[in-house]
């Protein structure tokens, strides 16, 4: 009795990849549905609500919202920042920073979604007759062209998902932490430039002092050969030349030293003659700005807002860890030709396709799942703690530069004083000792401490000034932090 034969029928191979690709876009709707990373909320500032009664408050428009040109307003600190912003290898680096983390969220974001490819593949081989079942040689063919996704997750839990959330976040924090490099960078040059400012001037008083010095050597050499002066009042003579000179040397290798600097800061080497004009003019030659309130640092301070998107970063992650413990669900399928003959590959009734669907449970992973959780949470742990300490940093920093800026203006106050009663000193010393009433020594100490004043008066109005430069960078950098 012949066996009745069971004949399946084949569906239409259009119905069949309209199933498929409807299988496909109903699996897009539901995957990222779930997320297994905690609720994310910013830690409370761990900072008072208003600054030190010891940091007075600055007067002027808020350094959170200023463009750098309008604070440094010399032309030539101007240029050289521009210089910097446009050739500083440093800064270079951590631009080509920011694209690395770009591309890096560009490979994780590729993994939300199928990846489909063609694939074309050829074979033909021969079985030798000892192998074969039919007791003769065979030669085989085989053609296939397909196209189809390779191994697609379905993210019910959140992996996928939370993955990308970090890399975007990392993305974000590196953009983040450029421009806190760009704030960096503007004031380093800024306070490299005041201190080329300062040595300048500093060294104009002491060449200025040398050749009054040079002078009064030659006049009491003469008066020591001619028997009106004695070899005492001569050396104490050459005593105070050969202070000044030794103060001018100083001050020339300090100068070519931080010159050598601002090359670096702005990669490349820059025109800056000698200037020896006074400081005294420069009340504006680096704007005052206004502080506003430590909350603002929240949104002003470029390493701040780093530090929360790596917290950020931190908690995705810490989905992505809780996610591992679930099934896996991937996706393999291909829809495509296949024959024996090239000829035929496309020809009726040559279709093919299939579909692979593989649900993954871990059941035994030696711990592995649960240190990626701990090492996750630990990491969320030291990114609370860095961004808690990046506030408390900042709030430091605006703090200390408010105390600055008072404290030097109290004592530059102070030493514009003790210099016109020095000034005064040095003169009635020098009228005494022409009447005869003092000794030498005592126009020797009045010339040396005037010296010292008017270097020291150059040192303060410096900085004041770079007090001003710690306040605008500890403030975020102003419009720069956003737009450079």
């Not at 995705?316 to 030709?337: E, K, M, Q, S």
Request: hydrophobic share 45%.
């Amino acid at each position: 009795m012949a066996l009745k034969r069971h004949v399946i029928p084949r569906l239409p191979a259009t119905l069949a990849a309209t199933r498929y690709c409807a299988l496909v876009a109903f699996a897009l709707l539901i995957v990222g549905c779930v997320s297994m990373a905690p609720r994310y909320q910013a830690p409370p500032p761990p900072i008072a609500t208003e600054y030190p009664a010891d940091a007075p408050r600055t007067s002027g428009q808020p350094g959170g919202a200023l463009e750098w040109r309008s604070v440094f307003a010399d032309a030539e600190l101007q240029r050289i920042i521009e210089q910097a912003l446009e050739n500083s290898r440093d800064l270079r680096v951590s631009f080509l920073r920011v694209l690395e983390a770009r591309a890096l969220r560009g490979i994780q974001r590729a993994d939300r979604v199928p990846n489909v490819a063609i694939n074309a593949a050829g074979d033909r081989g021969r079985m030798p007759a000892d192998l074969s079942v039919l007791g003769r040689s065979t030669v085989s063919s085989a053609y296939q062209v397909t196209a189809g996704v390779a191994t697609w997750e379905l993210d019910f839990w959140g992996r996928v998902r939370n993955l990308d959330l970090a890399a975007i976040e990392d993305y974000l924090a590196a953009d983040a932490a450029r421009r806190a490099f760009t704030v960096s960078l503007v004031a380093q040059v800024a306070n490299a430039w005041l201190l080329q400012r300062e040595l300048d001037r500093r060294l104009a008083i002491a060449n200025s002092t040398i050749r009054s010095r040079e002078e009064s050597f030659r006049i009491f050499k003469r008066r020591f050969e001619v028997g009106a002066s004695t070899q005492l009042e001569l050396m104490q003579v050459e005593t105070l030349l050969t202070q000044a000179q030794s103060l001018a040397v100083q001050l020339e290798q300090a100068r070519a030293t931080n010159r050598h600097a601002i090359d670096l800061l702005v990669g490349a080497p820059i025109d800056l003659p000698p200037r020896t004009d006074t400081f005294e003019g420069d009340a504006e030659l680096v704007r005052a700005v206004s502080a506003g309130l430590p909350s603002d640092l929240l949104v002003q301070r470029p390493d701040i807002i780093a530090a929360e998107h790596q917290l950020r970063a931190a908690h995705a992650n810490i989905g992505a860890a809780r996610a591992a413990f679930f099934p896996r669900v991937t996706l393999t399928g291909d829809l495509g030709v296949a024959s024996a003959q090239f000829d035929g590959l496309f020809e009726s009734g040559s279709r093919s396709w299939a579909f692979t669907p593989v649900i993954s449970l871990p059941i035994f992973t030696g711990g592995r799942l649960r240190s990626n959780l701990d090492l996750a949470e630990v990491r969320r742990d030291v990114a609370v703690a860095n961004y808690e300490l990046t506030i408390q940093a900042a709030f430091r920093d605006v703090a200390d530069a408010l105390s600055a800026h008072h404290w030097l203006g109290e004592q530059l106050r102070i030493q514009r004083n003790a210099l016109r009663a020095l000034t005064e000193r040095s003169r009635l010393a020098q009228l005494r000792y022409d009447s005869g009433a003092a000794s030498y020594l005592e126009v020797l100490d009045a010339q040396r401490d005037l010296l010292n004043a008017e270097q020291a008066l150059v040192q303060l109005q410096s900085a004041l000034q770079s007090s001003r430069v710690a306040l605008f960078a500890a403030l975020g950098g102003g419009a720069l932090g956003a737009g450079e």
